[in-house]
């Protein structure tokens, strides 16, 4: 089997018969959360014609690192609905274990909604835990999910 990571993928789609499975990459857990967060928005729309022009925050905590998964992407499905924004660049500047548990500081990038610039692919509904997986391995983080579309 190739590694993915030597080919400079930073997710892949995963087979599934009807949600998005998708295989997020990292050289670490912060790049990965990174990577994550860019398929998950690659699902809605074509990244590459997002301009990264409004800059935001998010921070999110959580028990565990899959945990921490969930409530990153769910953070970012939130904020592109209630804004009505799509982000396509995306900036760990901390990843902390903390006594409770994981803490997770990103800066975000994106722009409003356009139909003209933006063609929209498929609704992401939730995030879910059902086969999500964070695999460590040395200079290699792989994070399997399901979104709910």
């Known amino acids: 089997m190739v590694d993915v990571m ?4 930073k997710f892949e789609f995963l087979e599934h018969m009807a949600d998005a ?6 050289k670490d857990l912060a790049e990965a ?3 994550a967060a860019l398929a998950m928005f690659e699902v809605m ?5 997002v301009s990264p022009e409004v800059e935001d925050y998010v921070e999110v905590a959580a028990e565990d690192e899959c945990a ?5 992407l769910e953070a970012l499905l939130v904020k592109s609905e209630i804004n009505r924004m799509f982000y396509s ?3 760990v500047l ?6 409770d548990g994981f803490r997770l500081k990103a800066k975000i990038w994106g722009e409003k909604y356009n139909s003209k610039r933006h063609p929209h692919k498929v609704g992401v509904k939730a995030v879910t835990y059902h086969r999500m997986e964070i695999i460590k391995k040395p200079n290699r ?8 579309i």
Do not use: Q
């Open 6 to 9: 030597t080919l400079g993928k």
């Open 21 to 26: 499975y998708i295989a997020a990459y990292g």
């Open 33 to 35: 959360f990174e990577n």
């Open 45 to 49: 729309t074509e990244v590459e014609e």
């Open 68 to 72: 921490l998964l969930y409530s990153w």
């Open 89 to 91: 660049k995306f900036k």
């Open 94 to 99: 901390s990843l902390d274990e903390t006594s």
């Open 141 to 148: 983080v792989t994070m399997r999910f399901i979104l709910d």
